[in-house]
């Protein structure tokens, strides 16, 4: 530290007084960079304020004298997260606690782990998914490639999602929620299942990309069920539920877009038409088995998947039947009520 602090130095120091920093006049006549505290070298909680506001245009940067940072720095950790000196008056901010919890939740890939199944027990679970499709299984028999069903599935989804957002009704705005979910969640559930463990296996080419590939797919698909799960647990006359249906099929379209142009191309490269024929059979019969409704925290590949999507089926199923008797028992009593004119009489006797 140095033994003697110039006078501005000595003045940027005394003028900071805790009880009045905020909502005094004289605030209004000391410029910006002599309250600094918004900005110092804390390590241990990287933008503080997480606002626009504080950026270095506003704050150049503090003298090197220690004595100043350290006042600065003491008085940064007395309003952390709390003010943000951006005029007289004070102005409440989050926290960081606060602020992850909001990003969160507008966005489900804040909520997903980071997926690794680089580990030789973790590639060999997902391997068996893939060796069953090569077989075709259950059938073990060639039906329609694998490459022109999933993108069938793709366009099929974009469709849906335009007609919701078309749909004036709430209960065919219901309905059609409803079918995207299921076949976005089955779609999903068997590419993890049979289609992304193609990319591990024959990966003697490219094979550090090709895992990067796997790893970050099942990622993508894990926002995007937690989307769903959101979606599907918000009422449909909620607004909220517009919003989530469409964030969520935006994250689908660039996740789609990666797919078409990187993954698919990779496993049309590596195997032969028999093969992804094979594949095609295996992806449509097995969306039979798979769930109907998103589970975010069911594992994704290899045999738990296989037997966690077999205990919660019938669940599922249970659900989709009590949510369709419910949503007859609504258009039943729709049209009792438009039968019944302005009156109220309808067309009772007397």
Known sequence: MSQQMS???MGRIHEINPSDAFGNADMERQPLQQFQ???????DNPGAFGNDALKDEHFPPLGSDDAVSAASKNLDAERRG????????PQFHMGQQEQQEQQQSQFPMGR???VDTSGALRSANAILGGIFGLGGAPT???????ITIIKRDHQNAFKLADDYNREPKVERRREIARQLTKDLVQHSEVENLLVYPLLKM????EAQRKQGLHDHSLQEHQAITQFLYDMDHTAIEDPLHSERLNSMIDLVRKHVQEEEEEVLPMIAKNYNTEEL????????MHKYAATTRPHPFAPSQGPL???????????DMTKDALENLGSRVREREAERRAEVPAGGKGNFPG
């Open 7 to 9: 006078a501005n130095e």
């Open 37 to 43: 505290w918004g900005r110092t070298n804390d390590s």
């Open 82 to 89: 709390k003010f943000h000196p951006a005029g007289n008056q």
């Open 112 to 114: 997903t782990n980071e």
């Open 140 to 146: 073990f028999s060639r039906g329609e490639n694998l």
């Open 202 to 205: 024959r990966s003697h080419d």
């Open 277 to 284: 024929e094979r594949l095609g059979t295996a992806f449509e």
């Open 305 to 315: 998947a296989a037997v966690a999507n077999l205990i919660a089926k019938p669940i």
